[in-house]
């Protein structure tokens, strides 16, 4: 394979706009995908999922809802390893098989959004994924930690107290709190004049806007 651009990492929108990106991994368990995606068509929301080729085989029928209900969908490797760790041709099959049982499942190639697991990255990373077509490896600017089973509450405080214009939100599809947690920080964040983009939206305002 014949090393082309390498990914950008991307972690913030035009911070001139009252804009947040929200996004949920979804890489291990089911998690609560379904109550998140509720809360979601409830407020009118488009969001950006990355998911795993693995989870994406477990949990079809989300999977294939989450493209239904219009929200965006990136790439977080096979399994969630450590790119980082992976010789090439590993790395090569990790994304892969990714992009191939996320298509087969729900219809959707997943380029060129990609999601670092555990946000690693070197440049041979880089540079393999924007050969492979993944033109984007996006971050994010407010880390939710919902993960580590916070409370609702507690998670949508953080995001009140820390948001700012372009932000790109960080959740996960396996915290406790999270779908509960969304909604209370939409509602308000609706009322505070912030819109809701996909990541695809945030990235035309950037780059295609050049600015």
């Not at 001139?16 to 068509?41: M, N, P, S």
């Not at 924007?130 to 993960?147: N, P, Q, V």
């Not at 709190?177 to 305002?205: C, H, P, W």
Request: hydrophobic residues 35%.
């Amino acid at each position: 394979m014949q090393v082309n651009n390498s990914s950008v990492i991307f972690s913030r929108g035009d911070i001139h706009l009252q804009q947040i990106a929200l996004t949920y991994d979804c890489g291990t368990d089911r998690g609560k995908a379904g109550e998140i995606l509720d809360v979601l068509q409830r407020h009118g929301v488009r969001a950006t999922f990355f998911i795993t080729g693995e989870w994406a085989e477990k949990n079809s029928d989300i999977s294939q809802r989450i493209v239904n209900e219009g929200h965006e969908i990136g790439n977080h490797s096979y399994d969630h390893a450590d790119l980082t760790r992976l010789g090439r041709e590993e790395l090569i099959r990790q994304v892969s098989a990714a992009n191939n049982s996320i298509y087969r499942v729900t219809g959707k190639q997943t380029q060129p959004l990609f999601r670092l697991p555990f946000g690693s990255y070197s440049r041979q990373v880089l540079d393999i994924l924007g050969a492979m077509g993944y033109k984007y490896c996006i971050h994010w600017s407010l880390e939710t930690l919902d993960y580590r089973q916070r409370t609702a509450n507690s998670i949508a405080n953080l995001i009140l107290q820390k948001v700012r214009n372009g932000d790109i939100i960080l959740m996960h599809a396996v915290g406790k709190g999270t779908a509960k947690a969304s909604d209370l920080a939409v509602a308000k964040l609706k009322n505070q004049g912030y819109e809701f983009v996909t990541i695809g939206s945030m990235l035309r305002k950037v780059f295609e806007a050049g600015k």
